[in-house]
């Protein structure tokens, strides 16, 4: 008969706990487009692309990164989005990124993840490929997607002529546009 060994035991039940907290912890910091509900009728949901626009944004790469440098600032843009940083924004030269993972949404993921600004970055995201069928432009606004999956409206500026909507950014994370 083999005896217990309460080390062995120990470091399963600890493996099975770090394994437990880690599927936790990735699940829940999901940026994923598709855990946000888009097409509830119920409040504000993320602006969806004319078929034409789909069909063109999927004939494009769909992501694009540049180094910024912390002394100059620059832009960076992809597509229908725009990201201009000031000089003295960051405190090193960054990476920064641009990533649209759903050509059929205007949901917009920056990187460098997380990063907090000393300065704003200003944010411009056309919405001329929208379906704007049975929308007010006038509700049209700029959002970030918090950790749980929830709009964060942004104060922004629409300029109906030329069909855009600017605000400034003071971290990076998940952004779109929504409408009621």
Do not use: W
Not at 67 to 89: C, F, M, Q, T
Not at 163 to 173: P, R, T
Request: glycine share 8%; with cysteine; aromatic share 10%.
């Amino acid at each position: 008969m083999k005896g217990f060994n309460l080390f062995n035991s120990v470091n399963k039940i600890g493996a099975i706990v770090i394994l437990a907290c880690l599927v936790m912890l990735f699940t829940a910091c999901s940026n994923n487009p598709v855990a946000i509900d888009s097409s509830s009728s119920d409040g504000p949901r993320l602006l969806n692309r004319t078929d034409e626009g789909v069909m063109f944004a999927k004939g494009l790469s769909l992501y694009t990164e540049k180094a910024i440098s912390a002394k100059e600032g620059g832009r960076i843009e992809l597509y229908d989005v725009a990201l201009d940083i000031p000089p003295g924004a960051i405190d090193n030269d960054t990476l920064f990124s641009i990533d649209i993972p759903d050509a059929e949404i205007f949901y917009n993921e920056f990187g460098t993840h997380g990063l907090v600004f000393n300065k704003p970055v200003t944010v411009t995201m056309s919405y001329r490929d929208a379906n704007l069928n049975g929308i007010d432009e006038s509700t049209i606004r700029i959002v970030y997607i918090n950790r749980n999956g929830n709009f964060v409206e942004m104060d922004c500026e629409i300029d109906f002529e030329r069909k855009i909507v600017v605000g400034q950014l003071y971290h990076f994370s998940a952004y779109g546009l929504i409408s009621d």
